[in-house]
Protein backbone atom coordinates (compact mmCIF):
# COMPACT_ATOMS: atom_id res chain seq x y z
CA UNK A 1 0.00 0.00 0.00
CA UNK A 2 3.07 2.57 1.08
CA UNK A 3 4.55 1.87 -2.08
CA UNK A 4 1.76 2.20 -4.35
CA UNK A 5 0.64 5.40 -2.47
CA UNK A 6 4.30 6.74 -3.11
CA UNK A 7 3.88 5.79 -6.71
CA UNK A 8 0.76 7.61 -7.38
CA UNK A 9 2.63 11.06 -5.64
CA UNK A 10 5.56 10.69 -8.11
CA UNK A 11 3.22 10.29 -11.01
CA UNK A 12 1.30 13.45 -9.62
CA UNK A 13 4.47 15.09 -9.44
CA UNK A 14 5.41 14.15 -13.25
CA UNK A 15 1.85 15.03 -13.95
CA UNK A 16 2.49 18.68 -12.78
CA UNK A 17 5.52 19.02 -14.39
CA UNK A 18 4.82 17.98 -17.73
CA UNK A 19 1.30 19.87 -17.77
CA UNK A 20 3.57 23.34 -17.02
CA UNK A 21 6.29 22.20 -19.97
CA UNK A 22 3.23 21.73 -21.99
CA UNK A 23 1.86 24.93 -21.22
CA UNK A 24 4.29 26.64 -22.75
CA UNK A 25 4.03 24.75 -25.61
CA UNK A 26 1.17 27.10 -27.54
CA UNK A 27 -0.81 27.05 -30.83
CA UNK A 28 -2.67 30.20 -29.76
CA UNK A 29 -2.55 32.52 -27.26
CA UNK A 30 -5.66 34.40 -26.46
CA UNK A 31 -5.31 38.14 -25.23
CA UNK A 32 -7.56 37.66 -21.90
CA UNK A 33 -5.83 34.68 -21.06
CA UNK A 34 -5.95 30.97 -21.92
CA UNK A 35 -4.01 29.02 -24.95
CA UNK A 36 -4.37 26.28 -26.97
CA UNK A 37 -2.16 23.69 -25.93
CA UNK A 38 -1.99 20.04 -24.55
CA UNK A 39 -1.67 21.04 -20.99
CA UNK A 40 -4.51 19.35 -20.22
CA UNK A 41 -3.07 16.22 -21.52
CA UNK A 42 -0.88 14.68 -18.29
CA UNK A 43 -3.89 15.56 -16.21
CA UNK A 44 -6.25 13.67 -18.18
CA UNK A 45 -4.07 10.54 -18.05
CA UNK A 46 -3.04 10.26 -14.65
CA UNK A 47 -6.91 10.80 -14.11
CA UNK A 48 -8.00 8.21 -16.22
CA UNK A 49 -5.64 5.52 -14.73
CA UNK A 50 -5.56 6.45 -11.29
CA UNK A 51 -8.64 7.84 -10.60
CA UNK A 52 -10.76 11.19 -9.47
CA UNK A 53 -8.89 11.90 -6.38
CA UNK A 54 -5.23 11.86 -7.80
CA UNK A 55 -6.63 13.13 -11.24
CA UNK A 56 -7.90 16.23 -9.10
CA UNK A 57 -4.74 16.46 -7.32
CA UNK A 58 -2.85 17.21 -9.66
CA UNK A 59 -4.92 19.69 -11.48
CA UNK A 60 -5.36 21.77 -8.77
CA UNK A 61 -1.40 21.72 -7.99
CA UNK A 62 -0.98 22.36 -11.68
CA UNK A 63 -3.60 25.36 -11.43
CA UNK A 64 -1.47 26.25 -9.05
CA UNK A 65 1.39 26.42 -9.98
CA UNK A 66 -0.32 28.07 -13.56
CA UNK A 67 -1.00 31.01 -11.24
CA UNK A 68 1.96 31.81 -10.04
CA UNK A 69 3.38 31.60 -14.00
CA UNK A 70 0.87 33.85 -15.42
CA UNK A 71 -1.82 35.23 -12.91
CA UNK A 72 -4.75 36.86 -14.86
CA UNK A 73 -7.73 38.26 -13.13
CA UNK A 74 -9.25 40.94 -12.28
CA UNK A 75 -11.76 39.79 -9.38
CA UNK A 76 -10.93 36.71 -6.51
CA UNK A 77 -13.83 34.71 -8.07
CA UNK A 78 -11.27 34.46 -11.28
CA UNK A 79 -8.20 33.35 -9.01
CA UNK A 80 -10.23 29.87 -7.81
CA UNK A 81 -12.36 29.76 -10.79
CA UNK A 82 -10.12 29.76 -13.64
CA UNK A 83 -6.53 27.99 -11.82
CA UNK A 84 -6.96 25.48 -9.19
CA UNK A 85 -11.08 24.10 -9.72
CA UNK A 86 -10.90 24.25 -13.69
CA UNK A 87 -8.23 22.19 -13.43
CA UNK A 88 -8.97 19.94 -10.82
CA UNK A 89 -12.25 19.30 -12.75
CA UNK A 90 -9.67 18.27 -15.72
CA UNK A 91 -8.46 15.20 -13.65
CA UNK A 92 -11.46 14.93 -11.28
CA UNK A 93 -14.04 14.36 -13.60
CA UNK A 94 -11.77 12.16 -16.14
CA UNK A 95 -11.28 9.55 -12.92
CA UNK A 96 -15.01 9.37 -13.21
CA UNK A 97 -14.12 6.68 -15.76
CA UNK A 98 -11.34 4.87 -14.14
CA UNK A 99 -13.84 1.93 -13.14
CA UNK A 100 -14.65 1.30 -16.00
CA UNK A 101 -11.34 1.56 -18.00
CA UNK A 102 -9.50 -0.62 -15.58
CA UNK A 103 -12.94 -3.22 -16.52
CA UNK A 104 -12.49 -3.27 -19.79
CA UNK A 105 -8.21 -3.04 -20.05
CA UNK A 106 -8.07 -6.00 -17.78
CA UNK A 107 -10.91 -8.06 -19.70
CA UNK A 108 -8.75 -7.56 -22.69
CA UNK A 109 -11.14 -5.03 -24.69
CA UNK A 110 -8.67 -2.52 -25.21
CA UNK A 111 -10.30 -0.88 -28.63
CA UNK A 112 -13.72 -0.74 -27.11
CA UNK A 113 -11.50 1.49 -24.12
CA UNK A 114 -9.90 3.79 -26.04
CA UNK A 115 -12.38 4.19 -29.03
CA UNK A 116 -15.26 4.84 -26.12
CA UNK A 117 -14.41 5.60 -22.26
CA UNK A 118 -11.19 7.84 -23.55
CA UNK A 119 -13.43 10.44 -25.86
CA UNK A 120 -16.01 10.06 -23.22
CA UNK A 121 -13.45 11.33 -20.01
CA UNK A 122 -12.04 13.74 -22.69
CA UNK A 123 -15.84 15.03 -23.35
CA UNK A 124 -16.18 15.26 -19.78
CA UNK A 125 -13.13 16.59 -18.43
CA UNK A 126 -12.90 19.58 -20.86
CA UNK A 127 -16.83 19.92 -20.13
CA UNK A 128 -15.95 20.82 -16.59
CA UNK A 129 -13.22 23.17 -17.06
CA UNK A 130 -15.28 24.95 -19.89
CA UNK A 131 -17.94 25.90 -17.46
CA UNK A 132 -15.50 27.04 -14.61
CA UNK A 133 -13.71 29.06 -17.64
CA UNK A 134 -17.20 30.44 -18.92
CA UNK A 135 -18.52 31.42 -15.11
CA UNK A 136 -14.71 33.39 -14.77
CA UNK A 137 -15.12 34.96 -17.90
CA UNK A 138 -19.04 36.10 -17.55
CA UNK A 139 -17.37 37.82 -14.22
CA UNK A 140 -14.55 39.32 -16.24
CA UNK A 141 -16.81 40.47 -18.95
CA UNK A 142 -19.43 41.84 -17.05
CA UNK A 143 -16.94 45.19 -16.16
CA UNK A 144 -15.74 46.54 -19.03
CA UNK A 145 -11.93 45.54 -18.58
CA UNK A 146 -10.72 44.26 -22.30
CA UNK A 147 -13.91 45.94 -23.69
CA UNK A 148 -16.88 44.80 -21.66
CA UNK A 149 -20.41 46.01 -21.92
CA UNK A 150 -20.34 48.87 -19.27
CA UNK A 151 -18.03 51.53 -18.35
CA UNK A 152 -15.25 50.45 -15.95
CA UNK A 153 -15.69 49.65 -12.90
CA UNK A 154 -19.17 49.32 -13.28
CA UNK A 155 -20.88 45.40 -12.97
CA UNK A 156 -23.37 44.45 -15.47
CA UNK A 157 -24.99 42.04 -12.72
CA UNK A 158 -27.97 44.28 -11.75
CA UNK A 159 -28.26 44.94 -15.89
CA UNK A 160 -29.26 41.93 -18.14
CA UNK A 161 -28.80 42.96 -21.25
CA UNK A 162 -25.33 44.09 -20.13
CA UNK A 163 -24.84 40.35 -18.21
CA UNK A 164 -26.01 38.27 -21.52
CA UNK A 165 -23.53 40.60 -23.88
CA UNK A 166 -20.98 39.21 -21.34
CA UNK A 167 -22.21 35.54 -20.93
CA UNK A 168 -22.26 35.14 -25.09
CA UNK A 169 -18.68 36.48 -24.68
CA UNK A 170 -17.48 34.57 -22.47
CA UNK A 171 -19.00 31.28 -24.46
CA UNK A 172 -17.30 32.01 -27.73
CA UNK A 173 -14.25 33.08 -25.96
CA UNK A 174 -13.67 29.69 -24.13
CA UNK A 175 -14.07 28.07 -27.30
CA UNK A 176 -9.98 27.79 -27.20
CA UNK A 177 -11.07 24.73 -24.34
CA UNK A 178 -12.72 22.35 -26.70
CA UNK A 179 -10.26 22.93 -29.30
CA UNK A 180 -7.34 21.91 -27.15
CA UNK A 181 -9.30 19.17 -26.01
CA UNK A 182 -9.87 17.98 -29.28
CA UNK A 183 -5.85 17.51 -29.70
CA UNK A 184 -5.48 16.22 -26.14
CA UNK A 185 -8.19 13.77 -27.74
CA UNK A 186 -5.82 12.87 -30.93
CA UNK A 187 -2.90 12.12 -28.58
CA UNK A 188 -4.79 10.11 -25.95
CA UNK A 189 -6.27 7.45 -28.48
CA UNK A 190 -2.42 6.89 -29.69
CA UNK A 191 -0.88 7.15 -26.09
CA UNK A 192 -2.95 5.45 -23.64
CA UNK A 193 -3.00 1.63 -25.01
CA UNK A 194 0.67 2.28 -25.27
CA UNK A 195 1.22 3.36 -22.04
CA UNK A 196 -1.51 1.15 -20.45
CA UNK A 197 1.41 -1.67 -21.53
CA UNK A 198 4.51 -0.61 -21.18
CA UNK A 199 3.46 1.49 -17.49
CA UNK A 200 0.93 -0.69 -16.34
CA UNK A 201 -0.87 0.97 -13.23
CA UNK A 202 -0.13 -1.09 -9.99
Known sequence: MTGTRTRVLVEISLTVALATALHFVRVWQMPAGGSVSLEMLPILVLGLRRGAVPGMAAGALFGVVDYFMEPFFVHWVQLFLDYPIAFALVGGLAG???????????????????????????????????????????????????????????????????????????????????????????????????????????
Open 96 to 202: VWTPLWRRLMAAGRTTLAVSWVVPAAVVLASLGRYVAHFASGVVFFATAVMGGPLADGQSAFSNAGALGAAAAYSAIYNLYVPISAAACLAAMLVLMPVLEKAVPPR
